[in-house]
């Protein structure tokens, strides 16, 4: 099993910045993808971005060049640097890993954090 606890959320006005963190802890052999999604009210959860265990990112087109993506493996942490951001940025952000549990079998296990809200309003 895993654990993720979230941090860094907050209300922020547009054009400002905030941090995300979020620590994996538990049972487990390896952390291979970290990322983040965000749900907006009435809205289906969407990937911002992820990065996997080569750090190779991947993001949402509204995000590129506004939020970072980063781990550190030291400390089973994954981060999301957001910066000038917009009302529209608005959502609850959840964190996730995919997980492979066992080093004899390299099947994944996703887990979800509990999520953080981020609030960008004047």
């Known amino acids: 099993q895993v654990q993720l606890v979230e941090s860094g959320g907050d209300l922020v006005q547009p054009g400002g910045s905030l941090r995300l963190s979020c620590a994996a802890s538990g049972n487990f052999f390896r952390i291979n993808t970290m990322g983040w999604y965000h749900q907006a009210p009435g809205k289906q959860r969407e990937l911002v971005a992820a990065?996997?265990?080569?750090?190779?990112?991947n993001y949402a087109d509204s995000v590129k060049g506004r939020f970072t993506i980063s781990r550190d493996d030291a400390e089973n942490t994954v981060y999301l640097q957001m910066g000038s951001l917009k009302p529209e940025d608005t959502a609850v952000y959840y964190c996730y890993v995919r997980a492979q549990l066992r080093r004899v079998s390299t099947d994944e296990t996703t887990y979800w954090g509990q999520g953080t809200q981020v609030t960008v309003s004047s």
């Open positions: 990065i996997t265990s080569g750090t190779s990112t």
